[in-house]
């Protein structure tokens, strides 16, 4: 009965390899997003999908590309990765409209070596 | 100017104790506003959403301030499952309705 899921929990890779996320929902929410939290916890959006449309699509380096082929669900692929890519990546969901709350999945601790 | 400010804290109170956390927003704009809280290596989670008029569940009470552009969080009988971060959460408004701009979070340890 999870609401938000990710795979995998934990990525341990090497510079230079490509490696995707993958995040669904089962909330029946139409929008989804992706959030980065790096060793300072702060936690900084990436990307947002409504139905299958980017509609967020902040400062990322274009290495790092959403996909998201039906509503609940929404994949992360990464490129060339790099050192400073070594975060926690949450993928989160929410329904459009109302009070737009955003429920999270537990996470994806990548670490890049 | 950040969207989100509070204060880091870190906050260490005993048990039993009353804590307060605040946060500004810039967006005068801003329609809803939330604190999450997140326990280490954890994701964050909804606490409550935070309404004009106040409001309370349990040991815990919101207010905003809109003229101000303030909210904060009461958090009464503190216990040690207490002890996360909370994170102060608004969300943008105009045409950044629907994205939520997160504060850096406030630390809490309470300590029996």
């Known amino acids: 009965d999870t609401a938000v899921s990710q795979t995998p929990k934990y990525l341990v890779t090497q510079m230079g390899n490509d490696k995707s996320i993958k995040c669904e929902q089962n909330l029946g929410h139409d929008t989804m997003y992706w959030y980065k939290q790096d060793s300072k916890k702060f936690l900084k959006i990436m990307f947002s999908?409504?139905?299958?449309?980017?509609?967020i699509n902040e400062t990322v380096p274009n290495r790092f590309s959403p996909k998201s082929p039906d509503k609940a669900h929404l994949n992360l692929h990464i490129n060339s990765l790099e050192l400073g890519d070594s975060a926690v990546y949450f993928c989160a969901s929410s329904h459009t409209g109302g009070r737009y709350e955003q429920y999270f999945g537990p996470g994806t601790r990548l670490t890049v070596t | 100017r950040k969207e989100v400010e509070q204060d880091p804290g870190p906050f260490n109170v005993p048990e039993g104790a009353t804590v307060a956390f605040n946060c500004t927003y810039s967006?005068?704009?801003?329609?809803?506003f939330f604190w999450y809280r997140q326990d280490c290596r954890k994701e964050p989670k909804l606490l409550m959403s935070?309404?004009?008029s106040g409001n309370e569940d349990g040991r815990f009470t919101a207010q905003l301030n809109r003229a101000s552009q303030y909210i904060s969080l009461l958090i009464r009988d503190s216990k040690l499952s207490d002890s996360a971060t909370y994170l102060c959460v608004v969300n943008g408004g105009g045409s950044t309705l629907g994205r939520l701009y997160f504060g850096r979070g406030t630390q809490l340890t309470v300590w029996p």
């Open positions: 999908y409504n139905n299958k449309e980017l509609i």
């Open positions: 935070v309404y004009s």
């Open positions: 967006n005068s704009a801003s329609q809803s």
